[in-house]
């Protein structure tokens, strides 16, 4: 089946660090790779997405490069603030009879102080 | 764009009542998707619709569980006869396209207590 691997948090870091927040998957076909944000309170918001082997994602100084080989996705951030501060949840989809259905992992809580 | 809109933000229930929440997709949106989401979880997957027929449902969803698109706008989820298990985040999301990598939408979320 599918499934995605996320690293477990809560990560905190200080404001300016560098970010990395570790995503695998499993997937029974060639998934496209999402990663979406949840602030408190809110919904998810789609952050970056990549769809193919090699493309690398980008939105809001965060980055992700989809890696075929190691079947991972990891988000990273050079420089964090303190409103980045969210849960980040790695997902994967593939086309099916059934549309566009995501498989996420369980998400990584980011807090950023000062 | 005014995003997918959801109704209501909180439900508290009894254990046993039955509860709707409302889901209003973005308007050109064709596709519509009903989540899970627990505690420290990632959100689950229910069921899906394409235009008002419901094409996919999983095994997550009991048969306590019943979700209707009809004119292929608004969706509702019911739950009968809830349990506290029930208790969790309900997201609804929507799409244009099926194409790869085209992104879900999704609203605020319902959250359901149980008591």
């Known amino acids: 089946g599918n499934s995605v691997t996320q690293m477990e948090g809560p990560v905190t870091l200080s404001e300016e660090a560098f970010l990395t927040i570790n995503c695998t998957y499993t997937a029974t076909g060639y998934p496209s790779l999402f990663w979406y944000v949840q602030y408190p309170g809110e919904g998810l918001q789609l952050l970056l997405k990549a769809t193919k082997a090699d493309d690398k994602g980008s939105n809001k100084g965060f980055e992700a490069t989809y890696r075929k080989e190691t079947t991972s996705f990891h988000l990273e951030k050079g420089s964090v603030q303190v409103s980045d501060s969210a849960v980040y949840f790695c997902a994967l989809m593939i086309l099916t009879g059934g549309g566009n259905k995501l498989t996420f992992g369980t998400g990584t809580q980011l807090k950023v102080e000062l | 764009d005014t995003g997918v809109s959801q109704d209501p933000r909180h439900k508290i229930t009894k254990r046993g009542q039955n509860v709707t929440f409302r889901c209003d997709p973005i308007?050109?949106?064709?596709?519509l998707y009903w989540y899970r989401q627990t505690l420290g979880q990632g959100p689950e997957f229910l069921t899906y619709?394409?235009?008002?027929?419901?094409?996919?449902k999983s095994r997550l969803l009991s048969d306590r569980f019943s979700a209707e698109r009809p004119k292929g706008s608004f969706s509702t989820l019911e739950i009968q006869r809830t349990e506290q298990g029930d208790s969790a985040m309900y997201l609804c999301?929507?799409?244009?396209?099926?194409?790869?990598?085209?992104?879900?939408?999704f609203g605020n979320g319902t959250r359901l207590t149980v008591t």
């Open positions: 619709f394409q235009n008002e027929a419901q094409l996919e």
């Open positions: 308007s050109e949106h064709n596709r």
């Open positions: 999301a929507s799409s244009l396209e099926q194409g790869a990598g085209a992104p879900l939408h």
